[in-house]
C-alpha cells in the first residue's frame, strides 16, 4: 500500500512514493472527511524485539518484514564516529564494558552487540544465539548504506554535549547524501540548538513542547500553542508518569499511565494544518488500531514481524468506535 503524497512531501521522500516501495499507508493530515487509514509502521532500534538492537542484522530483518522506516539509536565514540548504539554502558547489550564515548570506533567494533540479546525456547531457558554468531556495533555510515534509499530514516540523538555529536553526525548525512530522508529526534532539547546550524536538517518538535501540549489539552482542554503545518511530533502512547500537586506546606504525589493521545490531542496538533504525529511504544493490535483511529501517521514498534502481521490481518479503513470517527 503506498504511502499518502502528503506524509512524504514533508519528510522528502519523493523516492519512496515514486517505487512504491514503502508498505504502510499513511493517514493525510487534512483527512477530516476521510476514513481512518492505516499508520506506517517505524521499526525501533531497527526492530528491538525481533534482532539484537541497532545492528546491520536488525535493520535487514525490518527491511524483510516492511518496516516502512527504520529508527536508529546514535552516540558518539571517542574519535568522533557516529554509531548505533542505545544504553549508557557497552555492558548492558555487549561483551565490553564502559561507555560509547571511552571506546574508538575500531575498539567497539570488537564488541559483540547480540552478547546479551536472548529467545526464550519452547521449555522456557533463555538461549543466546548471537554468543556463537556475534554481531558488531555499525556506524551511522554502515546503516544508511545498509538502507535502501526508499527508506525513511529517524536518528534519535544519545549522549551529551549536543553539538559534537550533531556536528559529527551532520558530516556523515553530507558525505551519504542523506539529509533527505533522514529525520532526527531526542529527548534532550540542547539537540534543537545544536541542528540548528544545518539548514538542511529535519527534526521533530521538541519533546517539552509536544509533552506540554499534551499536558495541556488533557488537564485543562486548552490547546496551546499549536505547531506550524510540517512539524513532526512524538510522544509514548501510553506513558508511566508521576503527577504532582503542590501545597503551602508540602505536596502529594501520583502515579499514573497516562494515554495522552486522543481525539482531542489529534485536532489541536493539526489547528493550524498537516502536522504528523507518531506514537511510541506500539506492540499489539489494540493499540495499532487506536492510533489508526485516532488518524496518527506512525507508530514506533519494537517488533517489525509482529506488527507487519497486525497490519497485514487488519481491515482497511479499521473498525473504530464511534468516540473517534
Not at 152 to 166: S, W
Amino acid at each position: 500500500m503506498p504511502l499518502r503524497s502528503t506524509l512524504l512531501r514533508s519528510f522528502a521522500l519523493a523516492v519512496c512514493l515514486a517505487s512504491a516501495g514503502c508498505g504502510g499507508r499513511a493517514v493525510s493530515p487534512s483527512r477530516a472527511d476521510e476514513s481512518p487509514r492505516l499508520p506506517i509502521i517505524v521499526a525501533h532500534r531497527a526492530g528491538a524485539a525481533d534482532y539484537p538492537e541497532n545492528t546491520l542484522t536488525a535493520i535487514e530483518g525490518a527491511l524483510q518484514h516492511r518496516a516502512d522506516a527504520i529508527w536508529l539509536t546514535v552516540q558518539l565514540t571517542r574519535d568522533g564516529v557516529p554509531v548505533l548504539y542505545r544504553p549508557a554502558n557497552l555492558s548492558t547489550n555487549t561483551d565490553g564494558q564502559g561507555a560509547v564515548a571511552s571506546l574508538d570506533f575500531a575498539a567497539l567494533e570488537r564488541l559483540n552487540a547480540g552478547w546479551n540479546f536472548a529467545r526464550t525456547d519452547a521449555s522456557g531457558a533463555k538461549r543466546y544465539p548471537y554468543r556463537d554468531e556475534p554481531v558488531r556495533i555499525p556506524s551511522l555510515a554502515q546503516a544508511l548504506r545498509a538502507i535502501p534509499p526508499a527508506v525513511a530514516v529517524m536518528l534519535d540523538m544519545k549522549a551529551l554535549p549536543a553539538e559534537p555529536q550533531a556536528a559529527a553526525v551532520a558530516r556523515v548525512l553530507d558525505e551519504e547524501n542523506a539529509w533527505q530522508r533522514v529525520l532526527i529526534y531526542s529527548t534532550e532539547a540542547a539537540y534543537q540548538k545544536a541542528f540548528a546550524a544545518y539548514p538542511r536538517a529535519r527534526l521533530f518538535e521538541s519533546r517539552d513542547a509536544t509533552r506540554a501540549r499534551l499536558a495541556a489539552v488533557a488537564l485543562s482542554q486548552t490547546c496551546e500553542n499549536p505547531p506550524p503545518p510540517g512539524t513532526w511530533s512524538a510522544f509514548e502512547y501510553a506513558r508511566k508518569m508521576e503527577l504532582v500537586e503542590t501545597f503551602t506546606l508540602g505536596e502529594a504525589r501520583s502515579h499514573v499511565t497516562a494515554t495522552l493521545w486522543t481525539p482531542a490531542a489529534v485536532k489541536c496538533f493539526r489547528t493550524n494544518g498537516p502536522v504528523h504525529m507518531l506514537a511510541i511504544g506500539i506492540s499489539d493490535d489494540a493499540d495499532y488500531r487506536a492510533a489508526a483511529c485516532l488518524g496518527l501517521d506512525a507508530v514506533l514498534a519494537d517488533s517489525p514481524r509482529t506488527m507487519h502481521a497486525i497490519r497485514t490481518n487488519m481491515q482497511t479503513p479499521p473498525q473504530c468506535p464511534a468516540s473517534v470517527r
